[in-house]
């Protein structure tokens, strides 16, 4: 039985226009880490507040544990969630806050001293309880509003973007911590983020959405290396996929497969390539130019390289593509389609 | 670049200290002067035999706290002074929170609402005073008359509303609670708005249902501004004789008598400047008290 | 499904009770003012008419009574003569001061605006018995000046903060900017703050003039003949005749007075609220 399921969903804020969120099925599986990944404005984060009981649907159905909840307030949901700004009680000491799920249960008192010091010990906050939110730093911040989402033992964890607020180099300790601790408690948990090397790192599966509607459901290999559209397929990885357009497909591959052609030994497409800009960042490098000769002259082309030291800029140079790193979509639905024979000149 | 700075730096540093004292100069002095030097000279006259009229004047030493103090009409007031202020701040802070609750989401017609809201507090308090005078008129009241159609009492029989000494006591509560209510209700509106909205969500989550979400969450995290206008709301209450004086003018038999009123009836109306003065020098305690708090809000709010 | 629904109804239900007993509480005397204010005498004075609805048909008499027969004109021109006077000395006063405590920062600064907000405190109630002896020595007794003298020991401490929060809003490099442009600081006051705080400055005067409006206690005391009354204290007095009320007249009197109050008051209402929340709300 799915933890959470979602069937047709939909909310459309204003009559007449198209809805944050189109017809949205999804099924989650007992235990993973689900990520909705999508650009601002995609629908993810009304996804996640209408299961959360945030926000009420215009029409479809929300089911948690098999059980339909339409109906049902937030409390009543089993559910937890860690907002963007972890919403901790600014009044009451980080004990008080992570206690305060059990008072607002009815908990009895004598359990509480256990519930919130297990809770705290799963995120090595214990030395923190009699402190107030406001002397905590950003990554003390998290770890307390995930031991008030545990406390309760939810069956569901949601997440809404509880990294954006942390400066970039916080961010990658905070992150692996929440990979420690989903691995640790195993509760299923949906992960909202617009951040597509976060949905990568930490998805056990990516839920791609724009626009309201689902782009693709798969796993981050699925979402990267076969994508559904070309959405997905310039959404995720950075430089986005390469696409052009010849005769009534759409023609995409990555930076990364676009290399010198003393580098490539596959079965491979050729191009001549004309640099016109180098960055350098440290690990590798990304070049820039455009296409010269054959159908794509002309056409922006990046490139991804763990060494670039022999490309001057200006100068061209024969590149090439392994041909089953090509990737087809159809040119009016902008869908993945199989692989089929291109004329290149 | 660094030319302008240091040319910003000569000029502001020449400038500001003694242009900043001429700004402020002209308040201070006039403030130091009206505000200073009357009080100074209130406590002055506490301790003479200052009248109107009398040029001349004694040194009486506590003479005038001594007859004061023994006075039943002073007691009385001092009583009421509390009781009034004390009373009236409770039932507004009550219901200035469930108006702010019923206020917080926008409708059709808030702005509407919140105009007739309003004006208990915008109206001059001798206004809003004497509408209730009308209202509370001992035969023309129409309070009286509701009261008479649904038979709680036979015609004639109504209470006189401002004319015995417990009614009117009440009467005078109910006339400054409705007067603070639209200040305090304001004031806690824009308290609620600056909380930010993922914290009632977050208890939702957690699974307060509205008033504990309301009780142990949203009022406790507005305590600065609760304070500020609870602290206000007792100052503008302890310091008033406008509605005594127009409702019952201190009556009946000096029974809603307050420090302020009482203050006035002797000290002008009765000439005695002397016991004016020593009278509303009662007030001045309980101000530094409040003052007190005022500044420790304030100081609590910069620290955070 | 229905759960839901019902929780909700019920939820609005409430809500418009609440909503509506506060209402009606509240704006009562209002509407009672105006029903009053156009009702005949024989109406109002006849015990067994229901109060609520117009039993005989409704009136100009007061009105016309309260124009013609009584100085309540003459009132209304004395209180926006002293509330454009006082705004006038307010402004003078308390924008300079207000500019020169929000630029000053440090101990002085701080201890400074400390010092006004305590004056605020010291009530009208206290000082109108030492201040009537010091206008009857100025010789100002019953007259206006001794008001326009006075209001402003309340007007200014209270418009001194709600510029001080206004003026702080102002990020400095702009003053900055304009001084390596060649404008003195007092220059850059004049010429660049003042013409950016005009909504403050606004602000000030709005809540001045109702301020003095509003006021009763030195009108009271400083003011005798009927002639020179202020709105606030020549309604309640002098619209009593003897021992009668002319009820009709006086409520009236009391809408006239109050009604353009309320809504300048409700215009400018969020800036009032921040003047007195200055620091505790952030």
Not at chain 1, 107 to 127: M, P
Not at chain 1, 132 to 152: D, F, M, N, W, Y
Not at chain 1, 262 to 291: C, H, Q
Not at chain 2, 53 to 62: I, R, S
Request: aromatic residues 12%; proline residues 5%.
């Amino acid at each position: 039985m799915a933890v959470v399921e979602t069937r047709d969903l939909t909310k459309v804020f204003k009559e007449g226009q198209l809805g944050a969120v189109n017809n949205v099925n999804l099924e989650t599986r007992e235990g993973e880490f689900l990520v909705f990944l999508g650009p601002s404005g995609s629908g993810k984060t009304t996804l996640l507040r209408m299961i959360a009981g945030l926000e009420t649907p215009t029409s479809g159905e929300i089911l948690i544990g098999g059980q339909v909840v339409n109906d049902l307030s937030p409390r009543e949901r089993r559910i937890a969630m860690v907002f963007q700004s972890y919403a901790l009680y600014p009044h009451l000491s980080v004990y008080k806050n992570i206690a305060f799920p059990l008072k607002a249960q009815n908990v009895k008192r004598e359990l509480h001293k256990e519930k919130v010091e297990w809770a705290a010990s799963l995120l090595g906050i214990g030395a923190l309880l009699d402190r107030k939110p406001r002397e905590l730093s950003g990554g003390e911040r998290q770890r307390v509003a995930l031991a008030r989402a545990i406390v309760r033992e939810p069956a569901v964890f949601l997440l809404d973007e509880p990294l954006s607020n942390l400066d970039a180099k916080l961010r990658a300790s905070a992150r692996e911590e929440l990979e420690r601790f989903h691995r640790r408690v195993g509760t299923t948990t949906i992960y909202v983020t617009h951040d597509q090397v976060e949905a990568m790192a930490m998805g056990d599966r990516i839920m791609v959405l724009n626009k309201g509607v689902v782009r693709q459901l798969g796993t981050p290999t699925d979402v990267y290396d076969n994508p559904a559209d070309t959405f997905v397929a310039t959404f995720l990885g950075s430089p986005p996929m390469n696409l052009a357009e010849l005769g009534d497909v759409i023609v995409g591959f990555r930076p990364e497969h676009f290399r010198p052609v003393s580098t490539v030994t596959d079965a491979a497409v050729p191009f001549r390539f004309k640099v016109e800009n180098i960055e350098y960042l440290g690990s590798e490098w990304i070049v820039s130019g455009t296409l010269t000769g054959g159908k794509l002259d002309g056409k922006k082309i990046f490139s991804r390289l763990s060494s670039a030291q022999n490309l001057q800029l200006g100068g061209s140079y024969d590149f090439a593509v392994p041909q089953r790193q090509l990737k087809f979509f159809d040119r009016s639905s902008e869908k993945h389609v199989e692989p089929r024979a291109v004329s290149w000149q | 670049m660094a030319v302008a700075r240091s040319k910003i730096k000569s000029i502001g540093a020449a400038q500001s200290p003694l242009l900043g004292a001429a700004m402020f100069a002209p308040a201070v002095l006039y403030i130091l002067l009206l505000v200073g030097g009357p009080f100074l000279l209130a406590i002055f006259y506490a301790f003479s035999d200052a009248r109107i009229g009398n040029a001349e004047m004694h040194f009486v030493g506590l003479e005038n706290f001594r007859s004061i103090l023994q006075s039943p009409s002073f007691r009385v007031a001092i009583r009421n002074s509390f009781v009034f202020t004390i009373c009236s701040q409770i039932i507004v802070t009550v219901g200035a929170n469930i108006l702010a609750i019923s206020l917080e989401k926008a409708f059709r017609g808030r702005g509407l609402i919140r105009f007739l809201i309003l004006l208990p507090w915008v109206a001059p308090i001798a206004l809003g005073a004497i509408g209730w005078k009308w209202i509370l008129d001992s035969i023309y009241s129409v309070i009286t008359w509701v009261l008479v159609a649904v038979h709680i009492y036979k015609p004639f029989s109504a209470p006189m509303w401002l004319g015995e000494p417990r009614l009117a006591i009440a009467a005078v509560l109910l006339v400054h609670s409705w007067r603070l209510m639209p200040f305090s209700t304001v004031i806690l509106l824009a308290g609620r708005t600056a909380i930010p909205k993922d914290i009632p969500e977050a208890a939702a989550v957690d699974g307060a249902g509205f008033w504990r979400t309301q009780l142990q969450i949203v009022i406790p995290m507005m305590r600065p501004i609760i304070s500020v206008a609870v602290l206000f709301g007792l100052i503008f209450t302890f310091t008033d004789m406008t509605v005594v004086y127009i409702l019952t003018a201190g009556g009946p038999f000096d029974s809603t008598q307050t420090l302020p009123s009482l203050a006035f009836a002797m000290g002008i109306q009765g000439s005695d400047l002397a016991a004016g003065a020593a009278i509303s020098l009662f007030l001045v305690p309980l101000l530094v008290i409040l003052a007190y708090f005022m500044l420790r809000v304030a100081h609590r709010a910069e620290v955070n | 499904m229905a759960r839901g629904i019902s929780r909700r109804i019920w939820g609005n239900v409430v809500h418009v009770l609440v909503l509506g007993t506060f209402t009606i509480l509240l704006a009562f005397p209002f509407y009672w003012m105006l029903i009053t204010s156009f009702k005949q005498n024989l109406d109002l004075y006849t015990m067994e008419n229901n109060p609520f609805i117009f039993n005989a048909k409704p009136t100009l008499v007061h009105v016309k009574f309260l124009f013609i027969e009584t100085r309540f004109v003459r009132w209304l021109g004395n209180t926006a003569f002293v509330g454009v006077i006082v705004v006038a000395i307010t402004l003078l006063l308390a924008v300079p001061a207000a500019y020169a405590l929000a630029r000053l920062s440090g101990r002085w600064g701080e201890r400074l605006g400390i010092g006004i907000f305590l004056t605020y405190l010291v009530p009208p109630t206290l000082l109108f018995i030492p201040l009537s002896r010091v206008v009857a020595y100025l010789g100002l007794q019953d007259s206006l000046w001794a008001l326009i003298l006075v209001y402003p020991t309340f007007t200014v401490p209270f418009s001194i903060w709600l510029l001080m929060g206004f003026f702080k809003s102002i990020p400095k490099e702009l003053e900055d900017a304009a001084m390596v442009d060649g404008l003195t600081r007092f220059g850059a006051f004049v010429k660049l703050v003042i013409p950016i705080s005009v909504s403050g400055i606004l602000t000030v005067v709005i809540f001045t003039f109702t301020l003095v409006t509003q006021e009763f206690v030195y009108a009271l005391t400083f003011i005798s003949s009927e002639s020179n009354q202020m709105i606030g204290t020549g309604i309640p007095i002098f619209l009593v005749r003897g021992d009668v009320y002319y009820w009709g007249a006086l409520m009236a009197a009391c809408l006239i007075a109050s009604l353009p109050i309320a809504f300048m008051y409700n215009l400018f209402l969020d800036r009032f609220i921040a003047g007195f929340t200055v620091g505790a709300v952030k």
